[in-house]
């Protein structure tokens, strides 16, 4: 290699090694796609953003020492009141945006496990900071504020039943 090159390398190396400091990553949030039979289609419940009212399924980020399918099920039950069996693995993924108190805006990448309704308790932790509302799947591919939820929804469709 010559030495031009070899500076050349080298001085790009340090980009390689901070981009980390002005460039945020994805980070894993965790989704609980809660489904109960309806009338003419199962209906998947929808909760409220605490800050803006967006409509979005109930997530958080990963819990410590839990299996990620068992953090879907605190999240339906902490943002919810929603009591349900989650299958141990993820039906997908997509992309969103988690926002933050300065208002910037994180990206996320949200993994989603189908959770079977069995119940909805009307006391849990985060009641009365959410509004929450089960919508038949074609009303809520339609009602989702975030286009890649939408997406997600029509694209698993089969899988939701």
Same mark, same amino acid.
């Not at 949200?110 to 009307?122: D, G, N, S, T, Y």
């Not at 339609?142 to 698993?156: I, K, T, W």
């Given at each position: ?24 990553? =994805? ?10 039979? #309806?009338?003419?289609? =199962?209906e998947i419940l929808l909760v409220?953003?605490?800050?803006? #009212? ?14 990620? %399918?068992?953090?879907?099920v605190i999240e339906a039950y ?11 693995? *993820?039906?997908?993924? &997509? /992309?969103?945006?988690? #926002?933050?108190?300065?208002?910037? /805006? ?6 989603? &496990?189908?959770?079977? &309704? ?5 006391? %849990? *932790? ?20 975030? *286009?890649?939820?939408?997406? &997600?929804?029509? /694209? ?6």
């Amino acid at each position: 290699m010559s030495f031009a090159k070899a500076i050349k390398a080298h001085d790009a190396s340090w980009l390689h090694g901070i981009k980390g400091l002005f460039l945020k990553q =994805n980070r894993l949030q965790i989704a609980a796609l809660c489904v109960r039979p #309806g009338e003419r289609e =199962n209906e998947i419940l929808l909760v409220s953003t605490r800050d803006t #009212g967006r409509l979005i399924l109930p997530k958080g980020w990963p819990e410590k020492k839990k299996q990620a %399918f068992e953090t879907a099920v605190i999240e339906a039950y902490e943002e919810a009141g929603v009591i349900g069996k989650a299958d141990t693995r *993820p039906i997908g993924t &997509f /992309r969103s945006f988690k #926002g933050l108190d300065d208002g910037s /805006r994180l990206p996320t990448k949200v993994l989603v &496990f189908r959770l079977q &309704f069995e119940k909805q308790l009307k006391k %849990f *932790p985060e009641v009365g900071q959410r509004k929450q509302i089960w919508l038949p799947l074609s009303e809520a591919i339609a009602s989702v504020d975030e *286009p890649a939820l939408g997406r &997600f929804l029509h /694209r698993h469709r089969a899988k939701i039943g």
